[in-house]
């Protein structure tokens, strides 16, 4: 079993709307990772209706985001039984660009209804290719 520090938190938020945008996470004074950092994404609460459409991981080098790069984009599979029950919507590994110190995690959305959205990293994660 994992156990997620609440600094790994991407997004934790009963609010959703068209465009949902996690707090701004710091990776420390080194940047990014050698080893890319694992996303786990997930309703923890289903949607009455609308759905969660994607998720873009972007990394910055300062926290105004003013240059944000967009490391990954994951699309949820249209199977995500999201007005269903709670469910796992994306987990993905993402590369940082080692320069980058900051991170935040953006999900689209059409029209949802009800449902929690909550989302996490982890460093160290490791898949045998």
């Known amino acids: 079993m994992a156990y997620i520090d609440a600094e790994n938190t991407l997004i ?3 609010e959703l709307g068209t465009a949902i945008t996690g707090p701004i996470v710091d990776l420390g004074s080194k ?3 050698l080893s890319p950092l694992y996303i786990d994404a997930k309703l923890t609460k289903k ?3 609308g759905s969660i459409d ?3 991981l972007q990394s910055a080098a300062t926290d105004t985001f003013a240059a944000p790069v967009n490391e990954v984009t994951i699309t949820v ?3 995500a039984p999201q007005t269903t029950k709670p469910c796992t919507l994306a987990q993905f590994h993402a590369p940082i660009k080692p320069s980058n110190r900051y991170i935040r995690l953006k999900a689209a ?3 949802p209804v009800g449902g929690e959205l909550f989302a996490a990293m982890q460093n160290g994660i490791k898949v045998d290719m």
């Open 31 to 33: 940047g990014g990772f």
């Open 54 to 56: 994607s998720f873009t």
């Open 12 to 14: 934790n938020t009963a």
């Open 109 to 111: 959305a059409t029209s």
């Open 77 to 79: 599979p249209a199977s």
């Open 47 to 49: 949607l009455t209706s």
